[in-house]
């Protein structure tokens, strides 16, 4: 029988600092504790609406509630933490505390699949702290390139979780026991792919260059790429983009015209900044179509983004197909 590392064997050899592991440790169990409430579904009474909306003006489930006081009851008590942000709060959530660390997190992504059983998840990013201050907005606002760790954890046949501290990606797997075991070291995503993920439903609303795209991977062998794609869409990013750490891929959430103000409809503090470090860890790229989305200066704490990740040659196909116009 093999046997696997926990999750608190393998942080006790990760080159990063004790404060930093406990933060990753806390979110970890606090996941841990999600995938019990996710999995008791309608037995607990946690399915359904919530009667109400969050900053994005979008329908809250009961579960996105839960799961949000959740994660910023456990990070509260975490004594590194000094501020927090959710995807499902208007306004950052100081500790009281000072220096250390800030966590922003979504806390169910997918949240919509949660009716019909089908997988949603939990993604989160770790940012160093303001030193002698109590953080206070401005502070969050950093690019994603300056995290000190990220990641995800997946509620579906099995629970996993994927992260990344210092360098690389790890998967480990939640035991009926409770424990993390790492079950997928050293992640990495090939660099070509024949499989794309994207919502077919909204072709007609996106911009010229993105449809060119899709419509060259639909032509299959007898188009412009000369070979057969394969598309998927779960309508969660968390289980798109395992999918692509598991087995290649490349996933689109573009621009459309049905609001055109609006850059894209993923947010980049609490989904497209920490998915994109560890896409690139893994070797993969992650751009919003030409601009890597590691380097993009936030300005607000609810920024969208479009996004394109995954197989690297195949996001830097699509940024050809975008410059070209």
Not at 235 to 241: E, F, N, P, W, Y
Request: hydrophobic content about 45%; some cysteine.
């Amino acid at each position: 029988m093999t046997a696997f590392v926990d999750l608190a064997a393998w942080l006790a050899k990760e080159p990063a600092d004790a404060a930093l592991k406990d933060v990753v440790a806390t979110i970890a169990k606090t996941c841990a504790d999600i995938s019990r409430v996710v999995a008791s579904g309608a037995l607990s009474g946690s399915l359904g609406a919530a009667g109400s909306t969050n900053v994005q003006d979008e329908e809250q489930k009961k579960l996105d509630v839960i799961t949000n006081d959740m994660l910023s009851d456990a990070l509260k008590a975490c004594a590194p933490v000094a501020g927090l942000a959710s995807e499902e709060l208007e306004e950052i959530e100081p500790t009281g505390r000072v220096g250390g660390y800030l966590a922003t997190f979504d806390p169910l992504d997918g949240s919509s699949n949660i009716d019909i059983n089908a997988p949603v998840g939990t993604i989160f990013s770790v940012l160093p702290a303001p030193a002698g201050a109590a953080p206070v907005e401005a502070d969050f606002l950093q690019p994603g390139r300056q995290q000190v760790a990220a990641g995800y954890a997946v509620y579906g046949p099995q629970t996993m979780l994927v992260l990344t501290l210092a360098d690389g990606v790890n998967g480990f797997t939640l035991n009926a026991d409770g424990q993390w075991l790492l079950t997928h070291p050293a992640v990495t995503i090939k660099l070509d792919t024949a499989e794309f993920a994207i919502n077919m439903s909204n072709q007609r609303h996106w911009a010229a260059p993105m449809r060119r795209y899709v419509d060259g991977c639909l032509q299959g062998k007898d188009g412009p790429r000369g070979k057969n794609f394969n598309m998927r869409w779960v309508a969660a990013m968390v289980a798109d983009v395992h999918r692509i750490l598991m087995r290649g891929g490349v996933f689109l959430y573009p621009w459309d015209a049905r609001e055109p103000d609006k850059p894209g409809k993923l947010r980049l503090m609490y989904e497209a900044n920490p998915m994109s470090l560890l896409v690139e860890r893994a070797g993969g790229k992650s751009t919003d179509g030409v601009t890597r989305i590691l380097d993009i200066q936030p300005t607000k704490l609810h920024q969208r983004v479009p996004v394109v990740l995954g197989s690297a040659n195949e996001v830097e196909i699509v940024r050809t197909e975008m410059t070209a116009g």
